[in-house]
């Protein structure tokens, strides 16, 4: 079955003190992984697509990778308006095409 | 170019009642999504269009039906309104298949069946 499992469910930082979040995924026939990020009461913003292993995006403070099994979503040196849910979703190919959905870690970042 | 806009915002439905819950792009992509969003479910994909006049179950299809007569638009209709779907509901849109192009999302209908 296809699976994608974020971890930690939540996450506090204080300004300043990176950290990543991580996202395992068990499905047959990766097309893409997905990153997103949810602030309160709006829908996904998109951040970041990787399609192979190795792969490697940044924008401002975030870094994405990926491996075979998982990806990393490295946040640096964060400032509080990083504080949001942060959605991890695949795309998979095997037998029917579909995205799978992880249920989000919540980073709230202190000043 | 406003991307993708629901209207309404907010609804409370009573037991049975019915509704439609309306999805617009600008971005003229061809696939259209409808998804929920509970707390500790993640989002799941209710329906979706590949194109004008198609549509196709997804995850979650019981309870609700669609219809994409326009490009633009996509249509989430609820019958008979249960506690249940009880949600926030989020339209989406991408340029080609989901499993890899990025979806443009809407920001999303907050929706109370009391």
């Known amino acids: 079955e296809d699976q994608v499992t974020q971890s930690p469910e939540a996450l506090r930082l204080q300004e300043g003190e990176s950290s990543s979040l991580n996202c395992s995924y068990t499905?047959?026939?990766?097309?893409?992984l997905f990153w997103y990020r949810q602030d309160p009461g709006k829908g996904p913003e998109f951040l970041f697509t990787?399609?192979?292993a190795g792969e490697e995006k940044e924008k401002e403070r975030l870094k994405a990778t990926l491996t075979k099994k998982e990806s990393f979503l490295h946040i640096t040196a964060p400032k509080p308006e990083d504080s949001a849910t942060y959605l991890c979703?695949?795309?998979?190919?095997?037998?029917?095409?579909?995205?799978?959905f992880g249920k989000g870690t919540k980073l709230t970042v202190n000043p | 170019n406003a991307g993708v806009t629901q209207t309404p915002k907010f609804r409370v439905l009573k037991t049975g009642q019915s509704m439609t819950l309306l999805c617009a792009q600008d971005?003229?992509?061809?696939?259209m999504y409808w998804y929920r969003q509970d707390p500790g479910m993640g989002l799941r994909l209710i329906h979706y269009s590949v194109g004008e006049g198609t549509t196709a179950k997804g995850e979650v299809p019981d309870g609700y039906n669609v219809s994409r007569l326009k490009k633009q638009n996509f249509l989430l209709g609820l019958e008979s309104a249960a506690p249940s779907q009880t949600s926030v509901y989020f339209c989406?849109?991408?340029?080609?298949?989901?499993?890899?192009?990025?979806?443009?999302f809407g920001p999303g209908t907050r929706l109370t069946v009391l």
């Open positions: 990787l399609y192979s």
């Open positions: 989406a849109s991408t340029v080609g298949p989901l499993s890899y192009n990025e979806q443009f």
């Open positions: 979703a695949a795309g998979t190919q095997g037998g029917s095409e579909k995205l799978v």
């Open positions: 499905v047959s026939g990766l097309r893409g």
């Open positions: 971005m003229n992509h061809e696939y």
